[in-house]
């Protein structure tokens, strides 16, 4: 396992939140089951996201939405069916922020937080070669910006209990079988410790 002070040196290092916003894990949920199974991860977040900006790390919130009617989202797959209309509020859970120093990157359409997205060329931007993967979910968004981060050069570091899923059955063997192979697995509280 790579050393976590080095690998998250605030210069070159961004948590990357994955959807945790009203819409999908707050009171406007559209996916409720999945609500439930993040409910003890936001906080965890929440305390990565104040240690990232006051050690000088950069915070970037990747949210979804659609609207009503649906212009501009995807319909080939049976999730993106599933929540036909249904509007998806895009806005970051108030616990989180957005500080005023936080990017927020909001898309319309496909899976992933990276693929298709500004998300590589703003990291780029901001020097960052480090992203630390927060949200949900492991079923598809957080595993899909593992793989593309790391397709795309991209160190991975995923803290465990600032990630959900469902089910946890399901989580722990994504975990077990897929993301230790691709990405550096911790915790909140060593993610923290790293930038004391």
């Avoid at 060329?121 to 949200?135: E, M, P």
């Avoid at 397709?151 to 079988?177: M, S």
Wanted: charged fraction near 20%; charge should be negative; aromatic fraction near 4%.
């Amino acid at each position: 396992m790579p050393d976590l002070r080095e690998l998250l040196l605030p210069e070159h290092t961004a948590v990357v939140t994955s959807e945790v916003q009203r819409g999908v894990v707050g009171p406007d949920s559209i996916l409720p089951e999945l609500a439930k199974a993040a409910e003890g991860m936001v906080d965890n977040v929440a305390a990565l996201l104040r240690g990232a900006r006051a050690a000088g790390a950069s915070v970037v919130h990747c949210t979804a939405t659609r609207r009503k009617d649906g212009k501009g989202s995807n319909r080939n797959a049976r999730l993106f069916m599933a929540v036909r209309g249904s509007p998806l509020a895009p806005t970051v859970l108030p616990e989180i922020g957005p500080d005023d120093s936080d990017v927020v990157l909001v898309r319309y359409h496909g899976l992933s937080p990276m693929g298709n997205t500004d998300l590589d060329a703003v990291l780029r931007n901001l020097g960052v070669t480090t992203i630390v993967a927060t949200g949900v979910s492991v079923n598809i968004a957080v595993t899909n910006l593992a793989f593309d981060a790391v397709n795309a050069g991209y160190q991975v570091v995923i803290p465990r209990d600032a990630v959900a899923g469902l089910p946890q059955e399901y989580v722990d063997a994504v975990f077990a079988n897929t993301l230790n192979l691709v990405a550096t697995v911790t915790t909140t509280a060593d993610v923290l410790g790293a930038w004391q």
